[in-house]
């Protein structure tokens, strides 16, 4: 462009006061539509948000129990019940494919169908909507026995290394890792008998059973990840927990049986069991009028109608006494002195009992009362801190419909 072009071209005109206001007011305007429009937008994601986390997280993150201030999150209860329901279902599929292979017309199979045909019947009555408030309740006092257990065993020091996991769920899907290296490590043929064209052929071999390769225990894992896992919502990690609470179960109640004193107060008793209380009266008629125990005792074992036995003599606990005959007649007899008799009391069976008391002392527990002692105190301890938990006044409706709903 020349320079007389350049001279041509004429300079821009100021804007009038008018025109400013003008533009300054249309600029104000456009920062206040833009502002607006933002903050619509923040506020209607806001809300999204906020309807979300009303709707899917916060019911989730609610608590059905509360185990000493811990929680048992809604999904965590819904997850369980889930995989529950699923279990189920495939043993249900799995009965059923059962019962498809054998023949109903052939009378050697009718055992094992009626079998089935019960198994299958109890699984589908627990699937059922009107079982479903006691499934749901079942997972739910299995969870908190579970919590209970991880407080028991971090006050007494107790743990369980994620190695004893590991091994759990391999030994839980066939898989034993000191088997399967032994028989890696063990040789086939035995070097000091040589194999020749004779012995070979002449051989009879029993191969010993081949423990789960490490490649079908993933296959298998990875399986139970996508069929139970996955469909539940239960993650690898809460599934590792449960393997955990059961180890931990075996750990606390070994620790509370080692607390058991070796000896304890105990009573020697036999017993009468009849059917009615008008058989017992007339037993402790008998006895009243001086018959021996034994003669009694012989007469019934000879009976042809087996519906009243003598029992052996016995030394029992108290606390066997009340798994026997319940807690009032237990008592009865606790307070009984030796060698006197009770009279006819009614066991929680329906049967009645006349009981005689033949000896009391402290002594040591033989091994099948110990194993029951120790069982005992356990599920007691366990009764008790059962009655702690904190149940939420809606945790039944929390119950999930479908195992794979989600």
């Known amino acids: 462009m020349s320079r007389r072009q350049k001279r041509e071209v004429a300079p821009p005109r100021p804007l009038t006061k008018k025109q400013r206001t003008r533009a300054e007011r249309e600029a104000r305007m456009t920062r206040w539509i833009i502002a607006g429009t933002v903050a619509i937008g923040v506020l209607v994601v806001g809300i999204l948000v906020y309807g979300y986390l009303v709707t899917q997280v916060f019911p989730t993150r609610a608590p059905v129990a509360t185990v000493n201030g811990v929680p048992i999150t809604t999904a965590d209860f819904q997850a369980r019940v889930r995989h529950y329901r699923i279990v189920l279902k495939e043993q249900r599929d799995y009965y059923t494919a059962m019962r498809m292979e054998l023949d109903p017309t052939d009378p050697s199979t009718s055992f094992m169908l009626e079998y089935l045909n019960g198994q299958i019947r109890q699984i589908e009555s627990m699937l059922s909507d009107t079982y479903a408030t006691m499934l749901g309740k079942e997972v739910l006092d299995r969870m908190a026995q579970e919590e209970i257990l991880r407080q028991e065993a971090a006050r007494r020091g107790i743990s369980v290394s994620p190695e004893e996991i590991d091994r759990a769920i391999e030994e839980q899907f066939g898989y034993d890792r000191d088997a399967a290296m032994a028989a890696l490590l063990t040789p086939t043929v035995s070097p000091a008998t040589p194999v020749t ?3 070979a052929l002449t051989a009879t071999v029993t191969p010993e059973p081949t423990p789960v390769s490490k490649e079908e ?8 990840v996508k069929t139970y896992l996955k469909p539940s919502g ?5 599934f590792r927990a449960m393997v955990e609470a059961s180890l931990l179960y075996d ?11 070796p000896t304890m107060e105990q009573v020697q008793i036999r017993y009468f069991s009849v059917s009615t ?11 009243g009028k001086g018959e021996k125990w034994e003669d009694i005792a012989a007469e019934l074992k000879e009976a042809q109608e087996v519906t009243a036995y003598a029992s052996e003599p016995e030394w029992v606990t108290q606390g ?11 008592g009865t007899i606790w307070e009984t002195p030796a060698p006197q008799y009770t009279a006819p009391l009614a066991g929680t069976d329906g049967r009645w009992y006349i009981v005689q008391v033949m000896g009391r002392e402290v002594r040591e527990l033989e091994s099948w009362l110990r194993s029951y002692e120790e069982q005992r105190v356990f599920q007691e301890w366990l009764q008790v801190q ?6 939420s006044e809606d945790w ?7 195992a794979g709903s989600r």
Do not use: N
Request: without cysteine.
């Open 396 to 402: 039944t409706s929390k119950i999930p419909k479908e």
């Open 217 to 224: 225990f993933d296959r298998r894992y990875q399986e139970y």
């Open 197 to 199: 064209a004779e012995t």
């Open 277 to 287: 209380q008008e058989e017992a009266g007339k037993i402790a008629e008998r006895l």
């Open 251 to 261: 750990k606390i109640r070994q620790a509370m049986a080692a607390e058991l004193p």
């Open 386 to 391: 059962m009655a702690t938990v904190q149940y």
């Open 320 to 330: 066997f006494l009340k798994e026997q005959f319940g807690e009032e007649a237990a």
């Open 234 to 238: 239960l993650s690898e990690a809460k």
